[in-house]
């Protein structure tokens, strides 16, 4: 059998459609579970987990934290010392504002990427 140009423009194709859907499903699965969580903890207890681009006011012991397009701050907080306030705002992964005289502990997650792994790997 000859392989033309044809067949060899028609197996290009293929694959780079191939690499393309890969692409593209990786793409679109971040873009709907592409919001980083917040997760507020008071005393080792998980108070309160949400989206990061949701704009959100919560009182949580003595703080009152603000979630803002991407970001979250303690604004206020009755603690002695204010270090929760003073450590500012924080929009990464893996950060996190602590307030210990409160007990309050404030991470931002990761978007769910176990769960995009597992429907990429079952599609
Ligand atoms: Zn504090």
């Known amino acids: 059998m000859k392989v033309t140009f044809g067949d060899r423009l028609i197996i290009s194709l293929a694959v780079l459609a191939f690499f ?12 709907q579970n592409g919001a980083k969580q917040v997760k507020v903890w008071q005393a ?9 681009e949701q704009q959100r006011q919560l009182r949580v012991a003595g703080c009152v934290i603000s979630i803002k397009k991407g970001s979250v701050r303690v604004l206020k907080s009755t603690c002695p010392k204010k270090l929760c306030v003073k450590q500012g705002s924080i929009q990464y992964v893996n950060q996190s504002l602590v307030c210990l005289p409160h007990k309050v502990v404030i991470t931002i997650v990761a978007p769910q990427q176990e769960k995009a792994a597992v429907d990429a790997v079952l599609r």
Not at 24 to 30: D, I, N, P, Q, T
Not at 44 to 52: F, T
């Open 20 to 31: 393309f859907s890969f692409w593209y499903v990786s793409v679109s699965l971040g873009q």
């Open 44 to 52: 080792e207890k998980l108070i309160y987990s949400g989206s990061l």
